[in-house]
């Protein structure tokens, strides 16, 4: 099992980013996926997460009218795109498959001017 994210890296503030999550080794499309993310000091939270089959979707309050997740079945990839983003987004971004051991290595995020 695998899970590989990436697209993350330095952003200023109101700037936008897209993180991709490449999974393998198990039935992707019987999970529903999640985005966690862990900033210095502090707890790792819920961004989003996306069931499926039907693909609704899940957010924390903060990120609310922001972010934007999804999923590509065919290819075993789940998304974040994250716009207008603020130095609080600032965090290790991980995906992970609900309901399972399943997690990634994570993705620097950093928002700053």
């Known amino acids: 099992v695998q899970l590989v994210e990436s697209g993350g890296g330095l952003v200023q503030p109101g700037g936008s980013l897209r993180l991709s999550c490449a999974a393998s080794g198990f039935t992707f499309s019987s999970y529903a996926m999640s985005w966690h993310r862990q900033a210095p000091g502090k707890e790792r939270e819920l961004v989003a997460r996306?069931?499926?089959?039907?693909?609704?979707?899940n957010y924390a309050d903060s990120v609310k009218g922001r972010f934007s997740i999804s999923r590509d079945n065919a290819n075993n990839t789940v998304y974040l795109q994250m716009n207008s983003l603020k130095p609080e987004d600032t965090a290790v971004y991980f995906c992970h498959a609900f309901r399972s051991a399943y997690w990634g290595q994570g993705t620097q995020v950093t928002v700053s001017s």
């Open positions: 996306i069931w499926s089959p039907g693909g609704s979707t």
